[in-house]
């Protein structure tokens, strides 16, 4: 079974700090990795997708991704109330094929 | 440019009765998925269609099943409906080309 490991929590972060989400993932031959914001009783929003190992920053999101570790993350600078929402992490390829296997996602609570 | 456009978005069904779901893809967008997204839960795979064709199918039974037509709209189509079938219901659109999956606003289905 392949599977996406990410902490329920919530993670509560004060209004300007980072939030930083973690992720793991099973399986190793994943190519594709993903993280999407869903806020209640919303359909998730695509944030951000990396292929390759590394960092890529877009606006105030960084995604992070080391394959020898299985591991993704996200880091949110300068977070926001608004940025208050449930972070999906997804991978997608090789054993899982063309299906995206979603983590049950990490609630996240940005305080005023 | 209009998203990924899901019908209709709210739906109470009986036990034993079937139920037909509707997604538009994103303009450009060949590739149509569909996933199961229970409360507290990462959305499921359902299945992925592409050149109206079922490409991939999760864990699902035969009572769900789908449809893609030549303008890359798609349909779901659940037969004798659970109670434990109740769900969000999202469709994702993507290009064949590129993994990046943007979700429709998802169809709330509820059996009594």
Known sequence: ??????????????????????????????????????YS?????????????????????????NKASQYVSLLIRDSQPSDSATYLCASAGVGGGFKTIFGAGTRLFVKA | DAGVTQSPTHLIKTRGQQVTLRCSPKSGHDTV?????????????????????????????????GHQFPNYSSELNV?????????????????????????????RLTVV
Do not use: H
Not at chain 1, 41 to 65: H, V
């Open chain 2, 33 to 65: 998925s569909w996933y199961q997204q229970a409360l507290g839960q990462g959305p499921q795979f359902i299945f992925q269609y592409y050149e109206e064709e079922e490409r991939q199918r999760g864990n699902f039974p035969d009572r769900f099943s």
């Open chain 1, 41 to 65: 009783g919303k359909s998730p929003e695509l944030i951000m997708s990396i292929y390759s190992n590394g960092d890529k920053e877009d606006g105030r999101f960084t995604a992070q991704l």
């Open chain 2, 79 to 107: 037969n004798a409906l659970l109670l434990g079938d109740s769900a969000l219901y999202l469709c994702a659109s993507s290009s064949n080309r590129l993994r990046d999956a943007f979700f429709g606003q998802g169809t």
């Open chain 1, 1 to 38: 079974q392949k599977e996406v490991e990410q902490n329920s929590g919530p993670l509560s972060v004060p209004e300007g700090a980072i939030a930083s989400l973690n992720c793991t993932y099973s399986d190793r031959g994943s190519q594709s990795f993903f993280w999407y914001r869903q």
